[in-house]
């Protein structure tokens, strides 16, 4: 009788999913963040300050191969497609092509900054957004990126409490003794990434 309610408890969990067993707050988030790399689709907006000096980086992804990039910063902006070996950037002159250039990446890894470096993370009060209702979380963070500067700070973290995607994420802190924050805000919209023409 005891193994027989043992069986039963075990596959009720299973048939409930993962939404029946207690997920901390960084489980959840590096769920979100693996599920956000596995999406085929993908849009993402970095707005990024430090200093007096400010970044929008705009990120368009179709798996397996295809990117775009638009970076914006003092007036002043650089485009890049990558489709497969092909990369095409925008010049004064219009659209140039290269077999050598490598594929752009965005400006952070999220699987990289969130698995070590994000540490007493909380779950705050949720909130509403155009998505639906986001879980937030709140924790430390510190990391120091291939160009050396040295950043720490808090991080929010929202997950859609439905979907469970990443949706966004809030830092405030500094970077190399200097003031500095970013807003990263993601989109699934099937939106495919095309040539120029």
Wanted: a negative charge; charged letters at 20%; hydrophobic letters at 40%.
């Amino acid at each position: 009788m005891k193994s027989h309610l043992i069986t039963m408890t075990l596959f009720a969990l299973a048939s409930q999913g993962s939404s029946a067993i207690a997920q901390s707050g960084i489980d959840v988030i590096l769920a979100a963040a693996a599920q956000e790399e596995r999406a085929t689709f993908k849009q993402a907006e970095l707005h990024y300050a430090v200093g007096d000096k400010e970044f929008i980086y705009q990120i368009r992804r179709q798996l397996p191969d295809r990117v775009y990039v638009r970076i914006q910063s003092e007036g002043q902006s650089q485009e890049t497609i990558a489709i497969g070996t092909t990369t095409y950037f925008r010049t004064p002159e219009g659209w140039q092509t290269t077999t050598l250039v490598p594929l752009p990446h965005g400006p952070i890894s999220l699987a990289d900054l969130l698995s070590d470096q994000y540490r007493n993370v909380q779950e705050a009060t949720a909130v509403q957004s155009a998505n639906g209702i986001q879980r937030k979380f709140v924790g430390e963070i510190e990391w120091t990126p291939a160009h050396g500067l040295h950043n720490e700070g808090t991080l929010s973290v929202l997950v859609g409490q439905v979907d469970l995607r990443l949706r966004a994420l809030h830092f405030e802190g500094r970077c190399s003794g200097t003031t500095c924050a970013f807003d990263y805000l993601i989109d699934y919209e099937e939106v495919p990434v095309e040539a120029p023409m």
